[in-house]
């Protein structure tokens, strides 16, 4: 611990720019944009572990501040950690050190030790990115990193009404954390917007956005430097920026994107949390959860010689990601035209036109309206029209977009999420929300995860889980580690449940209003399909993997109802023997597990699904009405039963 940032520190003071580090890799935390305590893991990644013999230390949740003890002798400090509710969470610990002096008298040596921010224009800044969906790997590569996350506080505007004071008798730029939006009112300022990245493996996806993060004042100079020199050891040099992003050792040594990486931060107009998708294909379920989630989704094309061909053509996944992001509901796209510095010359307009035309044709294929599609050339790398125009490509002259909402133009990356436009937030319709996972956090108990489609979820409310039929009470909503008192659509937020087990609920189940059309278990349900990539042909018995919401289920086609015109919709033919690519048909179609989904015109985000096998999307479709299994009264907790007792 560096003794300079301790001077004139008392053992009275609360520290608020903190670090854990230790046996589970490092941790770090303030008092305005609070992290975890600990590192815990959802009931896949224990077993995960439990196969590899890891431990899974179970979270710890809050929003903690540090009280100093420094002993007579000048020997390491300990400290004792304090949620928000007041009461220690953990025993003094002699693993911390002191990051920064926020919230501390002014030391001579400590201005020093602040970081240095970025540079680069003031219109976006990060914030402090959610609770991370995978555990921290111990020791290792992690050992003596600043960040497992990659996010020192981020240096703010002071000319800003939203910024935080600067510190006194400052000497030089400091790092200083984001400010706390109060209580209950994140979203209120600005619409939240969440949009995933999605493209072909190595088509520089995690490296673009890591960029735009760095570029948007997220990550300090040093957390940069240190990555670089990490990923030159392990010879992988040219990752530098996504490793902000791929936090796993395991993501690391592969080089590959495996679970979903999210990042939040501001620009002119919207608070954006980034998903950051995986490309490769053994990887297409994790992706698939992401976009079902998304707004806006941004394609990473690479432009570099033979990269492109290799992700448009029909074994790539360029052509897969931007079908499945149609399908699931992510109707505005941007197009970012990557690795331009590789293309034969560098900065090729004649390269770039070329793919601008392929994909257009493609997408519009899909439905898409190129027209209202922003493409921009950009490099990932280099940072060329990320955030400014680039010098590199004089002959761009910018994107336009065409739409009934009104036109919109700009030449950078960042101005095209700056057009995204706000979608319609269905509050009027009742709760849905389907479990991306479910932790058990130390202290706190059972907290599901996962992202708020229709209604509003608020505290104290009387939750159903389907297709469990478990029904409680909901005591704190969180998001972005602030406690919200009530959750609107699109929302990425944790809740705390009382009376349920971890092991009751998982990723998959679907939470709603007990006394508003409460989320029933589906016994059958009547779909439309397409059918866009099958080998042979598909008659009543087939079982494949349908993927609706963030549910992974078998389920078998019962019956072939009725082939119809893919385009009119007009019957062709009656109980059709078998189906093949290309056709489209009304399908009864039977879960083989327990499973909950909705008619799509009820509740969009939950009736449309795509159809997995032989490790690809062989087809889509949308839920036409669903018959639902009475399953009674189902298992109700206490704190649900005196909560409908007092009239919650």
Known sequence: MASSLLEGVKST????VWQLWGGGGVREGTVSQPRTLGRGASTGDRARRAEQGESSPDWSWGSPSLDVSISPDGGVPSFTGHGAGGGALWAPHRHLRLLDRVGLPP????????????????????????????????????????????????????????????????REPQVVP?????????????????????????????????????????????????????????????????????????????????????????????????????????????????????????????????????????????????LLAYTLGVKQLIVGVNKMDSTEPAYSEKRYDEIVKEVSAYIKKIG?????????????????????????????????????????????????????????????????????????????????????????????????FAPVNITTEVKSVEMHHEALSEALPGDNVGFNVKNVSVKDIRRGNVCGDSKSDPPQEAAQFTSQVIILNHPGQISAGYSPVIDCHTAHIACKFAELKEKIDRRSGKKLEDNPKSLKSGDAAIVEMVPGKPMCVESFSQYPPLGRFAVRDMRQTVAVGVIKNVEKKSGGAGKVTKSAQKAQKAGK
């Open 178 to 322: 984001a400010p706390p939006h109060r209580p209950g009112t994140m979203g209120k300022e600005k619409t939240h917007i969440n949009i995933v990245v999605i493209g072909h493996v190595d088509s520089g996806k995690s490296t673009t956005t890591g960029h735009l993060i760095y570029k948007c004042g997220g990550i300090d100079k040093r957390t940069i430097e240190k990555f670089e020199k990490e990923a030159a050891e392990m010879g992988k040099g040219s990752f530098k920026y996504a490793w902000v992003l791929d936090k796993l050792k395991a993501e690391r040594e592969r080089g590959i994107t495996i679970d979903i990486s999210l990042w939040k931060f501001e620009t002119t107009k919207y608070y954006i949390t980034i998903i950051d998708a995986p490309g490769h294909r053994d990887f297409i379920k994790n992706m698939i959860t992401g976009t079902s989630q998304a707004d806006c989704a941004v394609l990473i094309v690479a432009a570099g010689v033979g990269e492109f061909e290799a992700g448009i053509s029909k074994n790539g996944q360029t052509r897969e990601h931007a």
């Open 107 to 170: 030391s001579s040596a400590g201005q020093a030790q602040a970081g240095e921010a970025p540079g680069g224009p003031s219109t976006c800044r990060a914030l402090a990115p959610p609770q991370d969906a995978r555990p921290a790997c111990a020791g290792g590569v992690f050992a003596g990193l600043p960040s497992l996350t990659g996010a020192s506080p981020p240096r703010l505007d002071p000319q800003s009404p939203c910024s935080a004071p600067p510190l006194p008798q400052a």
């Open 13 to 16: 003071d609360r520290l608020s």
């Open 368 to 464: 898409y309206n190129p027209a209202t599609v922003p493409f921009v050339p950009i490099s990932g790398w280099h940072g060329d029209n990320m955030l400014e125009p680039s010098p590199n490509m004089p002959w761009f002259k910018g994107w336009k977009v065409e739409r009934k909402e009104g036109n919109a133009s700009g030449v950078s990356l960042l101005e095209a999420l700056d057009t995204i436009l706000p979608p319609t937030r269905p509050t009027d319709k009742p709760l849905r929300l389907p479990l991306q996972d479910v932790y058990k956090i130390g202290g706190i108990g059972t907290v599901p995860v996962g992202r708020v489609e229709t209604g509003i979820l608020r505290p104290g409310m009387v939750v159903t």
